[in-house]
């Protein structure tokens, strides 16, 4: 028994990144309803291992020539599409259970508006008697969307840690709610009230995250505690393809006591051994975030803790001095943000050209044997499949990882707005997001593909030399079953050396057939042909040098 219920909704895709879905916001909110004098419930949807196939909603049956057969080499992407987390009926008992009088939903992701909303209806369906209010992301930038369910009585844009305690306390005292800060609801006549999102003034004034209500052992890893952390919020930056720039939430970053207390309250419950910050911008003030990791190392040193920022880090704020402190303080890899080398797409992005930094970088990390991945974006609108490989190609000369990230127009931003102006939306709002490749426009859909899939190939080289192989020559495909080859890692050897022979991407079943990926072949002999021209300027082996972990 509760007086308000948060829950996290399920998720419907091809994957889910358990260590990305930590509930911080709700847990948050929670908190600061807490010190309000209101008892709450937090219903994890996807704390639990709980998963099963669905067929492709007819939306994504594009998506069948790319996924359609299963494929156990190391250039997969994926096969099923799935519901992971609780049952809707799971998540409708525990609302009539929990005799909340306001539940609260997180919509985070536009592509996962459609969960959010049948979380709603089955909460509805069970415990009639309750209001039920959505924040989150998606909410904030799509509220007429999210309200054309009448099962939605109230919305909240921004931060709900402002909203939510005005909310409650007028529902259950039945007061007015029209000056709620980042309220949205409807008036008697069925028109909307949409107000501009809440904003935490001082993100100090706020309690620590109510952690307790989290199911922390499903968030393990390696058997040992897993947190979020964020320090800062919003962005101060302006790129094209995010929405925070333009959210109307100011960039904002909390104390490192504040901080410091987080984790410690953390560490004092269980043994926590990997720490996650979320934030947009981690590193952008180079006194406060040396005095965070000073005091991290300082506080938790003993601990042995791996420290993440897998948002991305921007690498001009990057310097020897930070970086020999990241690792001090925990971090083994730096999640670096590259976003493209191609001057006309930087343009488009609104964003710098870091590659200078991050070279810089790049070699310092060697020097400290730490591990890097560079993330880059393919296929945004006007973006060329070409200067993608190009950008594949400027990685294979490093020793990173590489990370491609498909576009997908996240509403609220320039490039959502780009979109709807050149008609390049998709028709429903569950294919934003990368695995549906949700846009064709200077990129075709089986351009990005293609480039998701180089990616791979590059990765499984530098994961090779890494482990000290050598490439396996190239060599012509002549129709043969892998069927008894278990090992993954050898399967990929034997692909990749029909790959370096004639450009084709191949996968493999499990009973053994190899098939063909439907590819570009234009986009994979450009890539090859690049490769083939690193190795006769200079040693395989010293251009190409691995990261350490395989990530990307």
Not at 102 to 117: H, P, T
Not at 244 to 266: D, F, H, N, T
Not at 497 to 510: A, E, K, M, Q
Request: hydrophobic letters at 40%; glycine letters at 6%.
């Amino acid at each position: 028994m509760a007086d308000i219920l948060l829950i996290q909704p399920p998720i419907r895709d091809f994957y889910l990144t358990k260590k990305r879905t930590i509930p911080y916001g709700l847990s948050s909110i929670a908190s600061v309803l807490i010190e309000n004098g209101f008892s709450v419930e937090l219903f994890d949807s996807l704390a639990t291992h709980k998963s099963h196939i669905l067929d492709y909603p007819d939306e994504m049956n594009h998506l069948r020539p790319f996924y359609g057969k299963p494929d156990q080499s190391p250039f997969a992407l994926f096969h099923h599409f799935r519901h992971f987390g609780y049952s809707y009926e799971h998540i409708g008992k525990a609302a009539r259970q929990s005799n909340a009088f306001l539940v609260g939903i997180s919509s985070l992701f536009s592509a996962y508006q459609d969960e959010a909303l049948k979380t709603a209806e089955i909460v509805k369906k069970w415990h009639p008697d309750c209001k039920i209010v959505i924040g989150g992301h998606h909410a904030t930038s799509m509220p007429e969307e999210v309200m054309k369910n009448p099962v939605v009585d109230f919305l909240i844009r921004g931060e709900g840690e402002v909203s939510m305690p005005f909310l409650a306390k007028a529902v259950h005292d039945h007061l007015s709610i029209k000056d709620i800060p980042g309220i949205v609801y409807r008036e008697e006549n069925s028109s909307l009230v949409i107000t501009p999102p809440a904003v935490m003034s001082s993100l100090d004034h706020y309690p620590l995250p109510a952690t307790h209500l989290v199911k922390k052992k499903y968030y393990q890893r390696n058997k040992s505690g897993s947190i979020a952390v964020v320090a800062s919020r919003g962005c101060p930056m302006k790129c094209s393809y995010c929405s925070m720039g333009e959210s109307g939430l100011p960039y904002r970053r909390r104390s490192v006591e504040s901080v410091v207390k987080e984790i410690e309250l953390a560490t004092v419950s269980e043994p926590v051994r990997f720490i996650d910050f979320e934030d947009e911008n981690l590193s952008l003030d180079k006194k406060w975030f040396l005095a965070l990791l000073r005091e991290i190392q300082n506080r938790f040193g003993y601990l042995n803790m791996e420290l993440r920022a897998m948002n991305g880090l921007f690498p001009p704020s990057l310097d020897q001095e930070i970086i020999e402190q990241m690792k001090l303080s925990g971090f083994k890899t730096l999640n670096l943000s590259l976003g493209s080398t191609s001057p006309s797409q930087l343009r488009n992005f609104s964003r710098p050209d870091v590659r200078n930094s991050l070279e810089h970088v790049l070699r310092i990390a060697d020097r400290m044997d730490m591990d890097t991945v560079c993330y880059i974006i393919a296929g945004a609108p006007d973006q060329t499949a070409s200067d993608s490989v190009k950008d594949l190609l400027y990685l294979a000369g490093h020793n990173t990882i590489a990370g491609v990230s498909i576009f997908y127009p996240a509403p609220g931003s320039p490039d959502y707005r780009k979109c709807a102006a050149l008609k390049l939306l998709p028709e429903k709002i569950s294919l934003m997001r990368s695995s549906a490749f949700p846009i064709s426009h200077t990129t075709s859909r089986i351009e990005a593909v293609t480039i998701a899939r180089l990616g791979r190939i590059l990765n499984f080289i530098k994961l090779l030399l890494r482990k000290g192989h050598s490439l396996p020559a190239s060599r012509p495909f002549q129709g043969e079953v892998l069927s008894d080859l278990e090992d993954r890692e050898e399967k990929g050897k034997q692909l990749l050396s029909w790959f370096l022979h004639d450009g084709r991407i191949r996968g493999v079943t499990p009973d053994g057939h190899v098939f063909e990926h439907l590819t570009d072949d234009t986009l994979a002999t450009q890539f090859l042909t690049g490769i083939q021209s690193l190795l006769d300027v200079h040693p395989f082996i010293n251009i190409m040098q691995p990261g350490k972990n395989g990530d990307g």
